[in-house]
């Protein structure tokens, strides 16, 4: 700012005078000028060559002084001018008259460029007006015409900008964040619900540390998880899970969840953390149109798959051949698989890791898959083959028809039926709904 040193007015100490004796004293507009002013600065009345006025944006006092900001804004300015003149306007509060209270004039101003080559767009002006100890110190505030800096904007202590349809960008809106998934969570919102069943495997009734092929092909896991021909799935001694595509055939293995009640018609996404990265793949699925959609991550894919035939959703972590993974547990859910289509699995955090948005309830997931006691009540349930009396001493093999999938080796117990003998003959993990069972 050029170095101006405003002086009372002849005028000014009039109005000065009626402040102190109780009557208002109202600041009007600050204006600006590029005249050469001669004489004694106290007894000017006007500017030689006004520019511009600009609207007071504040008003403070400290004692004796009372603190007026405006903004000038250099578009406002087309052409530009050299600023000589600095001048504060003042209401008479008697006949309203506009005085001019404080004015200043210097040799050599300042140049204002124009709007066409300005660097700056705007500029902050501040003076200092000498009130004394008059009690009524006001100001003329337009508050429509008021100008926010440019450099107070999207800066902390600052004002947030506007987004494209002039509303405030969730981002700005107090919450801490850094993106709008991060502010979803800052300010409460929910995550959305996590289809998956055990998207952490957190529960693992089967007990073991290691399944592969050999022993759990396409069959259940960690709970909820089915592992496809060429995989094997570890947790490792930190309790994550590593996932390895034993193949050496080229081929493509993966780890798969269903997805009992398929949705259709709306954005769906899959998400996954591994190796300290997130990744998802978003599609809308059609009740009509079979499809398959991949993403082709570093560490392999992930996809989400409508089977037309067994009328269910599938979601998928692929690994090509040789390729491992670490799924980290530690961080809480690493898949999700949600109504959406902005991920609510995990935000980023400052180090650059991610922290899961969700803690599962084990004991909801638990229930989820449950084993189940099952009450046969009549010979009617049973089918015999090969034999024509099911209910005499020979031996005879019986279908028992189930009303739940098993998911485990059963366990099975018999009342009212004497037998020297129950086995369970040929039944393995995950069979149909049927027990073979031979009575001796």
């Known amino acids: 700012m050029a170095d101006f040193s405003l002086k009372l007015t002849q005028g000014g100490a009039k109005l000065l005078a009626k402040a102190k004796l109780g009557k208002q004293l109202n600041f009007k507009y600050i204006t600006l000028g590029s005249g050469v002013f001669e004489g004694n ?69 300042e140049v204002i460029p124009p709007a066409t080559s300005a660097t700056q767009i705007e500029k902050v002006i501040q003076v200092a007006s000498y009130v004394s100890n008059a009690p009524n110190i006001t100001a003329v505030i337009d508050e429509s015409l008021i100008n926010i800096p440019k450099s107070d904007i999207g800066k902390p202590n600052g004002v947030a900008p506007l987004g494209p349809n002039t509303t405030l960008e969730i981002e700005y809106g107090g919450t801490g964040a850094n993106n709008v998934q991060e502010a979803l969570y800052n300010i409460g919102a929910k995550p959305n619900e996590n289809l998956l069943i055990n998207p952490d495997f957190s529960i693992n009734q089967h007990g073991k540390n290691t399944y592969s092929q050999d022993n759990y092909s396409n069959l259940p896991c960690f709970d909820g998880w089915l592992l496809a021909f060429n995989i094997s799935i570890t947790k490792n001694d930190s309790g994550d899970i590593v996932l390895t595509n034993t193949s050496s055939n080229g081929e493509v293995s993966y780890l798969v969840q269903h997805v009992e009640n398929p949705i259709f018609d709306e954005n769906i996404i899959f998400s996954v953390i591994a190796n300290d990265k997130l990744y998802s793949v978003v599609t809308a699925m059609s009740s009509s149109d079979p499809q398959t959609v991949y993403y082709y991550p570093p560490f392999g894919r992930i996809g989400i798959a409508w089977n037309a035939e067994k009328k269910m959703q599938t979601v998928n972590i692929l690994l090509n051949e040789g390729q491992s993974i670490t799924l980290p547990t530690s961080k809480g859910s690493v898949a999700k698989f949600e109504c959406s289509s902005v991920q609510t699995l995990a935000r980023k955090l400052e180090d650059n890791t991610w922290k899961s948005l969700e803690n599962p309830n084990h004991t909801i997931e638990l229930a989820k898959c449950q084993r189940y006691l099952q009450v046969l009540s009549a010979q009617s349930k049973w089918s015999c083959i090969g034999y024509a009396d099911c209910n005499g001493t020979t031996n005879f093999v019986a279908n028992i028809i189930l009303a739940t999938p098993l998911r485990i080796m059963p366990s099975i117990k018999f009342s009212g039926l004497v037998v020297n003998n129950i086995k369970i003959m040929d039944l393995q993990p995950g069979q149909m709904n049927y027990t073979i069972l031979k009575l001796q």
Do not use: C, H
């Open 41 to 109: 600065p106290q007894e000017a009345t006007s500017l030689v060559n006004k520019i511009i006025d600009l609207t007071i944006q504040e008003k403070t006092r400290k004692d004796t002084v009372a603190f007026l900001k405006a903004t000038l804004t250099y578009n406002a300015v087309p052409d530009g001018f050299v600023w000589t003149e600095l001048g504060v306007i003042a209401i008479d509060p008697d006949t309203q008259a506009e005085v001019l209270y404080m004015y200043d004039a210097i040799d050599m101003g």
